[in-house]
Structures are given as structure tokens and as C-alpha cells.
């Protein structure tokens, strides 16, 4: 195996140095995250979000490498096996994402979402490499022994956040949304078979927990991107509710089964097929459709001629939507009562810093104790923490 | 107007303050340089490298605002119509792209380039906007009398090159590529007309041309990139051949009319709906073509399972050329001698540092005489600046 | 008056284009900055924190510059002599620094604090200066009739702040101080004479006081970094109590002139005479004294072998001291009563995030309306903000 | 031993996990280049360039540590015993450094130049670690077996060049010197025991061979440094001529031994106690000195008037020296002939980007064959590689 070294703009090298890692990053499936956005609309407000999918993946398999050289460094038992099945598993940990992440998320194949994809992919691409996936199924899943790898990959610290907060920071240029990922990765151990951290780095823990913050009111759902992804999702349904299809008869396929006939073990193919470009190219097509509704949603997001969107309390939603409703029925008249939801809708997005009932953080004191973060004296989030904060929004056609 | 700001991760913060600016970003056909990647499949090594020529352009105009800045506190004489003006002529300069820029100039629409594009776009723009436009256009035409304000779009040190290298440096994450794009800006001025830039500026106009050099053979004409683009180039001239459509109606009609056919004016709107994802999903439909040429490059493009490639000495281009085709008669049944070239061909790059002939960097010493970069004693390159460099390559297929 | 361009590692170029603010930075009081570390001792823990206040000086007015610029932008009335008031007064904010500026503060000068030091000397410079600095003495001074001038000079958002949060996170390496100070500036303007900040600015605001936060538990009041600083305190303290001197005599003169005789105006020049090379030298000189509180002491920073440094609880510290002081005096015969608490003392140490009653962060609403950010609905910090909080620590000799 | 980590500005964090290592950096003789700057004088225009030689060989150790990692990863033989071996001599490498590095090499001891007193602090350093130094010494003096540990402490692509180009670039903000020092160590191996470089990087190389050269003249001889640090020795030099004295024992020993008296292995001490701070205050003490010279060159420096300075033809430089020498004579009547050479002297600097004759650049091709890069077809520097440029200079007091 010769060591193949990939440029990253953010961390510099990243090096992969592993038969099996090499060949799953060919494996077209993988390849396909190339051609999905990680963030999706957000390349509307912040024009260098236009990163991919398969580059956060190829960097969080890059700071799972670094953490295990961290804990090995620190006497934490790690067999090369382990190392290569945690590396795998983080690599592997997004494969169930479909074209435009989240935002199409359970609307282009009804109700399914990306974690039950991502499983049944993963125990597809198992066959097909002999069973060498096994253990990090095992560690994707929880089963594994040794809880800390699983930690590393799904928890309130994990190098999956950990690399998406700083890619979507560096590729957007919202330098707030910096973290300090090394300092942190450099003060984890185990503890009893838990990831801690170190309380040293308590401070930097809350920085963590306050860029997350930032990166979400700011970017994720900044009220641009929300309402481009909303009508997104608007095109998706309207396009299924009148049977309209595009150049891709796998999009086709997916797009047009009914709920009650989805099979994920049958749709792998076919799911994996499409991405971003399917979707786009779908929309670039129904700009030219009879349907007054879907053509002009499709011409809208395409030329960047989005809806309005304000944020109101949720006492004021029934009435703004009845007020925007009305109005536009007096100004469009091709817009009758069956479609204005189209174009005039609401909804509500939810931030929560931190959850204190599941993924804990927990902080290693000198003397050997353990706390949860939401426990320490004095932490600045304290009594904040828990809480989760909402904000509903309203959409709707302007002139 | 109100000023509107844009996150840009390279400089920071762009400002838009100008209504017709402002107009003309938000125009469909600059809204759609935000699907044309500006590095073509160069993300196919370097995976950053998914930045589009929307941002390209946007940043250009931001080194112009800054250059003109510059100029005025140095006392030079622009008026804010021709600020205006030179803004709008480098926003608008690289308008005539189409679907991955060079890799498919010439080729999509037959021996069309884009600089004629460019021009005809500019004048339709012209017409929609009442010829506001008419001194942006003169600027770039260099038919103004101000020829500075062309040099600045057009030179050996443009704005255009100095965004593109900070930028494709930035996002490839090749440090080597890193200019002093500020530094150079802050010493250019004006002499007798012309932008020269002042003495001491010298070895950061040596370190640009240099960082220059590194990116065409490090970057843009790196052997994977290379093969890439020669390999999309082969599946566009296979579709027309065999008259393969996609499911763009306007994809279609730009591929499949004659050269003969051909009137830019005419094809300024299917020729402006036109982007990436036509291409890549058109690609990705074609992997099911019944034609084996056409399906296997596409399959090949889509899963990266591309030709092998490599650099070779121009005498021993015919020995191997003849080798790989009898090679690949062999052990391809399904390949003949009418086919083979699409999988067997060469070619040559070239890269210049710098064209003695034209686009002179001017320096202004403080006594205030000028010289050519190219006479500077000392200078380090001196005798090599004007020597092309050109490499041979060879592409096969290898199993 | 020709432009200087000063290369800036944390802003890239800052530009003086005013005569009189050229000849302020070239007074030999403001070079004096030069000679005087930022951050006193904390490069014994942060080797690359051994940057100025010159440099911190020069980087404050570069932002005040631009916030300048941006207000200009958005309309409001700034005439040429508020903008280089303004420029002079945060030039100047620092001049009453004496050599390393809080850890010595009170110290050298008998209970002097910086603040009516930088008055007294603006008030001589003004006299140098023919009275050209009236204007920026009224807005320091907070007597000028546009408030926010001052504000952007001393407050909780001040360029004082800006500059030194960013260009401390820079130079010691800790990105988690990184603060979006362009963000921020984008986003002030002036309400009713009042500095405010527009509501989408809220998150950076918070991010920013959160970095601050940071900064001050992870670096200002590094345990190693407090513990070097307390024992440069001690060993000024010493070399009075016993009458050492050092070679400079304007050291010793300011060391050695009792409270009762210190007279501000008559003591400009001989302060605007030493700096941190005086005192380290000195330092360095008495490794050699007779005395061996002052000999040990000096020896242990200068070969930084510092005394040992615990946080303890409020209510652990007498019974600590009591310990530590009974171990040095079993361990040390040449420690008596009268000396040992040069080696053994403790202390508090306390930050705060926001102070409620002044100094207000004021909140523009698009309807608006103003709030203070204390009183903002689900803002992270809400409750906590006001809460300062409080460490006590305990440093001893430990062999 | 517990791992020690240092927060470095330009790579992150440091890692120190060796005892041995550890206790070299606590020795007060190491500590001592906490005082050193790296760049002496070039903080008078870039202000942040206050680095200083501690932060500077503990980066080059970082390099060392990271070439070797990549060594070792390529199957190259490198005990652990050779690796802490290789660590220790290039954080050795820069020992015998005094107080303002080159600027006042052989002047405070007379001809003493800093390669004899590196050698000699090293064996001595070698009897208090009782002989546990001796093989990073032997690799230090090109005795040790394996060449290329030599080569990668000092050679033309050594790690010591590769940290001061980083490094000095990063604080002085000069973007132009950042190098690739990654991607350049991850192309190095050893073939037939020396250091080579893979052929894929020779554009990197270039790139850091014209880095270096402009840093060289923007930077390190940049005419201002150039006269500061001139400045500097002619105080020395005057300074003993005068038999002046400052407060520090061990400078007026250093300054006032003759040539004939110096046995560099009896000045240690005094040398390892002298650095930039006993210079520095002695040229503050000097200020007041009764000797006209000596005072105002002090006074010129320490508050930044300093001479002129023009760059000459060397022709014209008799004439030059004459015309100045005249005109002080005439101006100021208390500069007679015997000192006038102390305001009016001319120099000349050199600057050769590579030696051909030793310390080559081995270029490893795919082949297995190895050319000198001066060799290199088409390598852009070819013929100007070993051409040596210099300037002449000219410094004279102008009122």
C-alpha cells in the first residue's frame, strides 16, 4: 500500500494510509458524496459553501486519526484493528445522506431518513468487502465494547461536529465559528470506558458549544437558507403531487414510489444513484413546465428570486398567513386556493445547545471526579444550557 | 440603496453599494456562474476545489474596488463613472463561460470561444439595461482612453489573475500559491496612462509570477486534472457523434447544431441556460447509454475510474500512442480501430511564465524612468521569463 | 504628506496618511511602546505572546479607522477633525503603561494608575503640540458632545478590546480567542449619540464576550502566567525594602521616591524613561545581590524556575499559607518570619463578563427599539452575565 | 514524563515527550534565547517581528520532529535513540547566538563567531548531561554515519531555514515569504544515505528558494534594518573604544577583552549571561553619556532617527562617502574627522539564492536517478541559480 495524501485546505494533509480505507473511498457510492453539498442552500447567502459532502468525511475520518494518536499517546489500549474500524465508521457515517442533506431529508423517499439508510448501505457494502466492515457497523451502532469509539463519532464532542464546525466556518468565512478542535482533541481521554475531557479544557468546551450556536442562528438557519430550502422541499412535493418527471429515471423512481412501497434494501441502488445534480437539473427542467406553480417555484430558486421571509412570534403565524393568503389571491390570479400553500407558509426551527439527557459531556477533574459540564460551578451556560430555543417563521410570495 | 455585504472566507467582506451593480449580480445569467465550477474537474484531486465562477468574478471585483481605492489616494484621476464602469467590465469579463470554462471551450458549441461570447453578452446585457453598460463595455474592449482601467481587467497583473490565483490557492489549500495581492496593489499607479507598479514592489511581482507558475503545473495542469477534462472532452465530441441527448433541451440543442449552424447571437439563450449540472447529469444518464464508448467514459468520469495518464518526451508520443492501441485491440473486444482514440491520445500543455510581447509589467523607478520587468538587472528571471515551458502526455486505457 | 504603509501580521497593512498622527508615532514617548510587552509574563507560557503595546496601539487605531469608515458609510456625521481626534485619542489610550503595564501598576510608582499617568502626559503632549490635541483629550476624556466617539475608544465593544483580543489570540496561538471584529464593525452605528449594534450582530457580540471570557482564564490569568507576575511584583517590592538599585537611574528614582513625594507632572519624564528593558535588567543585575530574597527571586524568573501555584477555595487559603510557610522555614534556614511571605502568599483574582451598571452593550432593533444585551429574551447569557467570578490562589516554594 | 504541550502561533501545538528534551529546554542557558530576538532590529519595521530565537528552535525542533515522522513512515532507518539525537542538535543548533544575533556577531567578542561558541556550549552542555549529548553533537558536526540527519539541520532544504522562513514571514505579516513546508517534507526520503527530494516536488523547492530570496532583500536586508543594525555595531565599537561601561558586569567583561585575551571556553559564562536586554539598556544608559558619539547614536536609536540610508553603484560610493563626510563637517562642529566614520560609512550585502558547490538540492526522479537542481531542464532558476546578487549601501547623518 503506498500512502496517498490528499490536500485540504483546512487541515493541510490528510493522509490515508490503508488498503480497505483506500478502496471504500473508491467505492462509487463513497465517490458520490463529491456531488452533494454539505450545506446545501447555504451557498445562496455564502457563496463558498459550496463544499461537499465527501470532503467533511474524508475530514472527519482525518480528525478521528488524530484523536487516536492522542489517546494511544496516552496509554488508552487501541488494536490496529479498532483504529481502522473507528476510522471506517466515521468515514462511513454519512453515506445514508441523499441529495441536498437535510433539506430533502424524508421528502424525496417518503418518510425514510439518512441513519436507516446509512445502516442498510453499510451492511450492503459489508457484503461486498467480505465482511471487513464488521466492526465498525459495530461501533456506528453502539454494540461495540469499548463505548469511547463510538463516543468519538456520535456525541456532543465528536470529530463529525468537530469537522463540520470548522469546515462550514472556513468555507463560509464566519470566522466566529472557529473552534479550537486540536486543543480540544488534545485534552480527551477515557475514563472508565467513557470519553472525558480534561478539565483544563472547560473553557474551550464552551467555546465549542458557543460557535455551534453561532454557526446555527447565523448560517444553518439563516432565514435565506431556510426559505430556499423550504421551497426546495415545495418543488419536491409539488412535482410528486402532479406526477411530474425529469431527465433521471432514478430520481424518477424514488421520487414517485409510493410510501407504503418503499423497501430501503431495494431502493440502495437507485438512491444511490442521485445527488445534487439530479435535482438541480430536475429543477432547471420543470422551469419549462405547464404547471404554473412548479415552474415558477423551479425559475424562482433557480435565478435566486426566493420568497420573502420574516421571523414572528407564534401568536402572530394564523394571522400573517391569513393576511399574505388573501393577498395574494387578489394579485395572482392563477394561484387559487389548492396551491397558495405553495407559496405562503410557515414554520418553526429549533436550536438546543446542548441536551443533558443523552450525549453528555463529561469533564475529568485532577482528582479523578467526573462532572457533567451542565453540573460545573460557574460555567457560563450553567442553567442555559438545557434550554432549547425556538424561532417560527413565515413565507411568502411578494411583489 | 443600501448597502448589501457579502461573507467571502478569502477577503472577508465584499460590499456591494451600487444599485446597477447590485442589478446586474442579481441578473439570471451572472446568478448562473454560480454553477459553473471555476476549476473545472481540477476537485477531482484537489476536493476543495468546488468554488464556482460566481465567487471567482465577485472577488475580482472586489481587488478592483480596492485597486481603484488605491489609485484615487495616490492621487490618480477617476471619475465614479468609470469606477462604476471598470466594475461592472471585470464582474462581467468572464460571462461568456459556459459549462466547465476551458475544459469544454470549443467544444460544447463548436470553435465558439468565450471572449466572442463574452462580447455579445455584454451588448444584449447593454440593451436590457438601457446602455448603462456602454463605458464597462468600452473598458473592456480597451477602447477607453483610460487604458490603465483595462490593464486592470486585462494584464499581466489583473485583478482577474490575482483573485483567481489567491483564490484557487485558497480553496485547493496549496500554500505555494499564495500572492502578495495586497502588497501588489497597494504600489501599482499610473504612468503616462499605463499601470506600471513602483521599484520596490519588484520581488513581490518575482514571488507572483513564480506562485503563477507553480499553480499551472502543481494545480490546473496537474496529470488527474489533465486526463479529467481530456476525458469530458471525448464524451461531449462521442454524444454529438453518435447524437446521444440528454434531458436539457437546451444542453441538447447547443451540442447538436452544426458548426456551419452556428450564429452567437442567436444562441445567447440557450447558451446562458446552460451549467455544470447539464453536463454531469447528462453524464450520469449516458452511463446507461447503449453506445460502449459513451457509457464507459461517462461510468469511468462519474466513479473516477479514469484513464491512466503520463507525461512523456514529444519523440516518444507515436511509439506509445501505437503501443496502448494495439494493447488495448487486444484486450478489449468490444474496442475497434474506429474507437480506439477515445481511449488511446496525447497531447501538449503549455505554460508561459511571462509574454515579452505584450502585457508587459511596466516598473517605475523613483527617478522616475520605466522598464520592462524582463530588462530588470538582477532580476531573477531575466533570460528565462519569456521561454514557454510545454509538456507532452499520453492517455490509455490500462486495466 | 507621503502615505506609510505598516505591515501588520494580524491585519495585513495599516495605513497613516495625517502628518500629525505620523509625528505622535514618532515621538520618542509613543516609540517608547516599542519597549514595553502587551502581555507582561505570559510569554513564559505562550513563547509567541512577546508582542507591544506599540503594535496593540497601532492595530486599535487601524480599527477605529475602519469603524470610522463604516459610520461614515451609513451616514453619519463625522467631520476630517472628530475622525483624526478620534484616530489620536485611541493612539494615546495606552501612553500611561509603565514597563510591564498592569503587573507592575502601582507598584513602580507608588499606587499610580496608568489612567491618570496617560491623562497627565496627553496633557504635556498637547502642550508639544501646540494644542492640536485638544479635541482627542475631550473624547478620551468623555467630555466631547458625540458620546460615541468615546465609546469606540473605552466600552464593552470598544477597538481597545477588538484589537487586543484578536491580536492576543493571534500571537499566542489561541484561536479560540479569535473574535469576528469585522462582523461587529460592520454592524455599529450610532442611535440617539449612542454606539449601538444592529440586532443580527447579536451572536457575534456573544461570541465575543464568550471569547473574551476565555481568553482571560486561559491566558490572562494563566495560573504560571499569574504566578510570574506576582513574583515580579515581589521583587520590586524587595529591591525597595532593602534599597537595591539598578543600572538605570531613571529606575531608581521612580522606585525609590516615596508615596508622600510623588508628584504626576514632575515625574513624566523620568517614567516616559524606562520600560521593560530597565526592570529585566535589573532583575538580571540583582541575581547577583547579597541579598538572598532578592538574589532568589530574580534568579527564579530569569531561568524560569517559578514558585509552584494552586486554585484553592476562599475558605482553604489561611490554613495553606500557615502550611506552606512551616515547610519553608523547616527547609530553608536562610527563610526567616519577616521574609517568608515573599515566597509563600496567596491571592484573588476575578473576571467579569459584562458589568450591567455601565458600560452597556445597546441592541438596535429594526423597529427601533434599543435593549441592553443583558436584557435580551434568549440570549445565551441572560442571567449569568452580570455574575463575575472569582479564584483564589495560593503560590509557595517547593523544592 | 508527561507530555508537554506548547501553544505555538504558526503550527498549533508542540509536543515535548522526552525527558531529556525537556530538561535541555528548562537549562538556563536554553531559557536564555527567550531574550534573543530572532531578528534583531527588523522589529523597527515590522513591529511584529519580536519573536524571539527560544520560539525559533523550538519550532525547527517541531520540523525535525515531523520530517522524521515522515521518514520513518517511508520505511527509513531511524532509531529512537538517532531521533532524540537529531531533536537535540537542531534545538542546539542556534546556542551560540548572542545578544542580537548576526548584528553584532564579532563584534561584542571580538571575531568570536557563533559556530565556535555553539560547538563549545555544547560540550560543555555534554559534561552537566553526562555525555548523553554526544551523538546529537556528532550529528551537529557532520560526524555521524547517516549524512542526512546532518542535512536535515543544516543543508539548503533544512528545517532550521524551513522554521525561520515560516516563522519570520508569519510574524512580520511578509506573505510572500510562506513556504510549503509541509508538502516539501512530505517529498523527502534518503537514497544512498543522503537527504533527497522526490521530483513531484521541484516546483515547491522553487517556490521556497524564491520565498527566501524575497525575504531577503524585503526583509532581513531591508534598508532600514540594514542602518539599524549598522547602528548597532558602530555603538559597540565605539563603546569600547571609549571604555564605556554599563550595568551589567558581564557585557562590560564581553566588550572589553581584548582579541588576544579571548579563550571562548573560559567566557562561557559571562557569554550565556549577556542577551538583547543588556544591550539594550546600556545603549538607554548611554544616552547620557558624555561622549557626543557615543550618546547621540544611542539616543538616535532608541528613538528611531536614524540615518539615512541609499542603496549605490559601487562606483559611485568613494565619491558618495566623500560628499557626506564634507557636509557633516561643515554642519555639525562637534563631529571632527576622527569620528566623522561613525556617521557617514558605507557596506555591501550579498545575497546568493544557491551555493552550487556544497549544500546541494538532490532531485529524486521516478527513475532512481538524482540530479542537482541546478541541473534541472526547464527548472526555471537554471543559470541563475549560483549567481550571487549584492548591493552597495551608503548610511550618513542628514538633518
Not at 466492526?135 to 463519532?153: G, R, S, T
Request: contains cysteine.
Amino acid at each position: 500500500m503506498k500512502r496517498k495524501v490528499i490536500n485540504d485546505p483546512v487541515y493541510g494533509f490528510i493522509t490515508i494510509d490503508n488498503e480497505l480505507i483506500f478502496d471504500i473511498i473508491n467505492h462509487p457510492w463513497f465517490q458520490r458524496l463529491r456531488r452533494i453539498h454539505q450545506m446545501a442552500m447555504a451557498q445562496l447567502v455564502y457563496p463558498g459553501a459550496v463544499h461537499t459532502r465527501f470532503h467533511h468525511c474524508i475530514g472527519a475520518y482525518h480528525l478521528m486519526r488524530y484523536a487516536l494518536f492522542e489517546l494511544k499517546q496516552k496509554g488508552i489500549d487501541i488494536t490496529p484493528e479498532e483504529e481502522t474500524a473507528a476510522k471506517i465508521a466515521i468515514l462511513l457515517h454519512d453515506m445514508g445522506h441523499g441529495p441536498y442533506s437535510h433539506a430533502l431529508e424524508g421528502i424525496l423517499a417518503i418518510d425514510v431518513h439518512h441513519e436507516d439508510l446509512s445502516a442498510a448501505i453499510m451492511v450492503q457494502l459489508n457484503k461486498e468487502f467480505n465482511g471487513q466492515l464488521q466492526m465498525a457497523i459495530d461501533i456506528f451502532n453502539d454494540v461495540y465494547h469499548k463505548k469511547f469509539l463510538h463516543q468519538l463519532i456520535s456525541g456532543q464532542l465528536d470529530v463529525d461536529r468537530m469537522d463540520y464546525l470548522t469546515r462550514d466556518s472556513f468555507f463560509t468565512g464566519v470566522s466566529e465559528g472557529v473552534i479550537g478542535y486540536d486543543r480540544i482533541l488534545k485534552m480527551i481521554t477515557v475514563h472508565e470506558g467513557d470519553l472525558v475531557i480534561e478539565e483544563k479544557a472547560i473553557f474551550s468546551v464552551e467555546k465549542f458549544l458557543i460557535a455551534r450556536r453561532l454557526m446555527y442562528w447565523q448560517v444553518y438557519l439563516h432565514k435565506t437558507v431556510l426559505v430556499a430550502e423550504q421551497m426546495l422541499r415545495k418543488i419536491m412535493l409539488r412535482a410528486r403531487e402532479i406526477g411530474a418527471t425529469s431527465g433521471s429515471p432514478f430520481l424518477n423512481k424514488i421520487l414517485h414510489t409510493a410510501k407504503e412501497d418503499i423497501v430501503i434494501e431495494h431502493m440502495l441502488t437507485d438512491f444511490c444513484s442521485i445527488d445534487d445534480y439530479d435535482i438541480l437539473s430536475a429543477i432547471k427542467l420543470w422551469m419549462l413546465h405547464e404547471d404554473f406553480v412548479l415552474a415558477s417555484l423551479c425559475t424562482a430558486i433557480i435565478n435566486r428570486k426566493l420568497l420573502k421571509i420574516n421571523f414572528v412570534e407564534e401568536n402572530e403565524i394564523d394571522a400573517a398567513l391569513t393576511k399574505y393568503k388573501q393577498s395574494i389571491q387578489k394579485n395572482y390570479t392563477n394561484i387559487d386556493e389548492k396551491v397558495v400553500s405553495y407559496f405562503v407558509f410557515g414554520g418553526m426551527v429549533k436550536n438546543q445547545l446542548y441536551k443533558t439527557d443523552y450525549e453528555k459531556i463529561k469533564i475529568l477533574y485532577k482528582n479523578g471526579s467526573i462532572k457533567d459540564i451542565s453540573q460545573v460551578d460557574n460555567a457560563l451556560m450553567y442553567k442555559n444550557l438545557a434550554t432549547a430555543e425556538q424561532k417560527y417563521y413565515i413565507c411568502y410570495l411578494s411583489n
